[in-house]
């Protein structure tokens, strides 16, 4: 019965340690430029907290290529190391450069209202 416990500890241990990550991304030809990255805080598990990041700080004429957040191993380490009291998350944000582009449009508190494709 104790090695059934520890097997399972373990199963839970390795599964809470994978690492996830969700992409957006409008068109896959879109010629990417800088990548810029951010770590965003979560608690418990990521359970608790609201982020909302507006990406117009990396890039400023709003021509966003992609979006990737997710955790990876370092982020993973912190949320082990805190015991998932504090469980911070990356966000990777790619601007375009020449070619296509996303032209996100944002309302007055950041939201998401509309995204178009742009040429140049």
Avoid: H
């Amino acid at each position: 019965m104790k090695r059934l416990g520890s097997a399972a500890l373990l199963a839970v241990l390795l599964g809470a340690a994978g690492c996830y990550k969700a992409t957006f991304i409008r068109d896959p030809n879109a010629v990417k430029g800088m990548e810029q990255d951010k770590w965003l805080d979560f608690w418990l598990w990521g359970l608790v907290n609201e982020q909302e990041m507006d990406v117009k700080q990396f890039c400023p004429d709003g021509r966003v290529a992609q979006v990737v957040t997710g955790g990876n191993f370092g982020t993973g380490i912190v949320t082990l190391l805190t015991l998932g009291i504090y469980a911070p998350r990356k966000v990777y944000v790619t601007c375009a450069s020449d070619g296509r582009a996303i032209q996100l449009e944002l309302d007055e508190d950041g939201k998401l209202v509309a995204f178009a494709e742009v040429k140049r």
